[in-house]
Structures are given as C-alpha cells and as structure tokens.
C-alpha cells in the first residue's frame, strides 16, 4: 500500500525536514570551498600550434615502459572539449592508455571564434589533422601512426583515414556515428529537418549553448531536472561535490562551431548519410569507408543515447578493412570515458589491440 504523507509521525517529518536543511548548509559550505576546477590533470606538452588548434603529447613519470613503437593520436569532437578525456586522475582514458605503454598525442581544437567561420571540413581534416599525423611521423621516423578519434572526431578520422589510408596504421573509433539514420536515433531525427544554410547563413558561427540545450534536451528530465534533486543527497559529501562539478564545468563548455564545418557536417552526415551512400566530398575527393583497410577496433556503448549501438556498428559493412573488431561497454555516451568499469575495461582492451597489431 503507498504512504501518502498523512501516514508519517510529525517526528519523522521534523526529522526528514531537519536532515534536508543540514544538507543544503553543509551543500553550500562545500561549494564555496571548490577551489578551481582544472581542464585536464595529467602532465602535457605542447607540440604544435595552427591558429586555435593545439596538438598535445601526454607523459606520467610512472608510466610503464613503451610496449607499441607506434604512438596513439586522440582525435577528439569539435562539440565540448577533449579534456572528458582526461577528467580527474581516476577517471582519465588519457592515463589508462599511458598505463598500457602507449604514446599518447590529443588534439585540442580550441574555441572557435568570429575568424573561423569559413573553416571547412577540408581544413580540419586535410589541413590540422593531417598536419598533427605529418609531425607525428616526423618526431618518431615513422609511416604511419594510430589514430583514436572519438563521436564526431571518429568521423573526421574515418574521413582521414579514407583519405590518407598510408599515413594510419591502426584505426580506433569510441561511440562514432556511421549510419546517421538508424530508427532509434533521437538526434538524427531532429536535426533532418533543420534548414541548415537558413541556421548558418544567420548565425555565422553556431553558438556553443545553442549546441548543448539541443544535448541536454534529448533527456530533459534527468539531464535538466533529476540530476539537480539527485545532488541533495550529495550536499554533505565533499568528494562527491568536487565530482559533480568537475562533470558539470566540462557539459558546459561548450565551443561555439565553425559555421561552414556545422554546414557540411550536418548536411553530408545528418542529413545524406554520406558514410552509408559514399556522399561526402573533401578537398575535392571522395570519401568511401571502402577505402579504410586498416585494422579497425570499433568501441561503443550499449545505452548510448547520442550514437546508438546500431549507428556506431554500421562501420562493419561498410568498412573495407578485413581486420575489423567490435568492443561494447554497457554504460552511455559519457559513462565510457568516466565510469569505474570503463576505465578497467577500455584502456586495457586497446592497448592489447594495438600492441599485437605493432609489429605487422
């Protein structure tokens, strides 16, 4: 039979109301005393800069000894920043992978401003990727290098990868989209029938909040509401505040988007389905997951709300590599990078991957 709040002692109710107020005290305590939240916590260099972009090499003076000769390249979303990557020292795919005896780079692609407006799909993919992959080969005397491109910085590196296959000696791609029409995809449906050059054309650059309301209102209730009440019953734990602010620091910073990239990306992805229909052209060539023959380690979540499971496995028919692999993670789009069973599972399972594919 349900209580209804008739059936509680006026004692339980003083306490119940005594216990919420203790919380919102302690609540703000805790929140004054947040001190600054950093962007990214294992030690870096910069290696190369191009205009906003800014190519990152990761070390940690307790890393093991290199197991690959190869070194990994983490191409990242142009949407929030790479540094979910690198969140807190226990939750940071950049270290896992440093423990697993990788080399690893990361592209950050800045914040974008008025100046970028015109940067195309060829600029980013033909000019600073491939720019980060030429200095790469350089430092280490190398042809070729492994490349981890993650969401939409997994559809910029099928697209390199198509078009300089040479340049990529194994290919991993975490919660990429390539079938943007699957029936489950919620994002996809919505933005199908946006007028893309109307938005552009208007707006210029593609503001970074406009970009996170449309996420966040994919899941209304527990992305704008749940989450909020849920934090009462963390008020009193300092840990916990510190958690959540970091998450919440990253889910809104948010850069705005070149406009002429958001224009093609949503019009040969969104809505052509250009990696399913061989649609999209860049610097003048065609693009044709045919043309990815390199291993090819796909990564995805199984209650993925941005990219279904469906979405991302669409890569095994249209890939045209033949040593193609499949690894799920029972979590969502973030849990992958964040949560405690991902950092055991993910990291290790690539570094295995690569490692046996080094010496081919």
């Not at 490349?147 to 910029?156: P, R, S, T, V």
């Not at 593609?206 to 509401?225: E, V």
């Amino acid at each position: 039979m349900t209580r209804s709040a008739f059936d509680f002692k006026p004692e339980q109710l003083f306490a119940e109301m005594t216990n919420f107020q203790r919380k919102l005290a302690d609540g703000l305590r805790h929140l004054r005393e947040v001190q600054d939240i950093p962007a990214g916590v294992t030690p870096r260099t910069e290696i190369l800069r191009r205009d906003k972009m800014t190519l990152y090499h990761y070390s940690l003076p307790d890393a093991p000894k290199k197991r690959t000769r190869t070194p990994v390249l983490i191409v990242y979303a142009l949407v929030n920043r790479p540094y979910m990557t690198d969140l807190q020292e226990n939750k940071s795919l950049i270290r896992g992978l440093l423990a697993q005896g990788l080399d690893v780079y990361l592209i950050d692609w800045g914040y974008p401003d008025r100046g970028d407006r015109f940067l195309t799909m060829d600029d980013y993919i033909n000019g600073y990727i491939n720019d980060c992959v030429d200095d790469i080969r350089q430092r280490h005397n190398i042809p070729a290098v492994n490349i981890l491109g993650i969401c939409q910085g997994g559809a910029f590196s099928l697209c390199y990868a198509s078009l300089h296959p040479k340049k990529v000696k194994n290919l991993v791609t975490m919660v990429t989209p390539v079938d943007f029409h699957t029936p489950d995809n919620m994002l996809s449906r919505w933005v199908r029938h946006l007028d893309v050059d109307a938005l552009v054309d208007s707006m210029g650059n593609i503001p970074g909040d406009l970009m996170n309301w449309t996420f966040l209102t994919l899941k209304p209730y527990r992305l704008l509401g749940q989450k909020y009440i849920d934090m009462v019953d963390i008020l009193d734990n300092p840990k916990r505040i510190y958690d959540f602010m970091h998450m919440e620091k990253w889910i809104f910073d948010s850069p705005d988007q070149a406009g002429e990239t958001y224009r093609q990306f949503v019009r040969d992805f969104y809505q052509n389905n250009a990696f399913v229909n061989d649609g999209c052209s860049i610097g003048g060539r065609a693009v044709s997951l045919k043309n990815v023959t390199m291993p090819v380690l796909n990564i995805y979540a199984t209650d993925d709300h941005l990219v279904p499971p469906d979405a991302s496995l669409a890569l095994k028919k249209h890939v045209g590599s033949r040593d193609y692999s499949a690894l799920s993670f029972k979590g969502g789009h973030i849990g992958i990078y964040v949560s405690s069973s991902a950092q055991a599972l993910v990291p290790p399972s690539i570094g295995d991957w690569l490692h046996k594919r080094d010496k081919k």
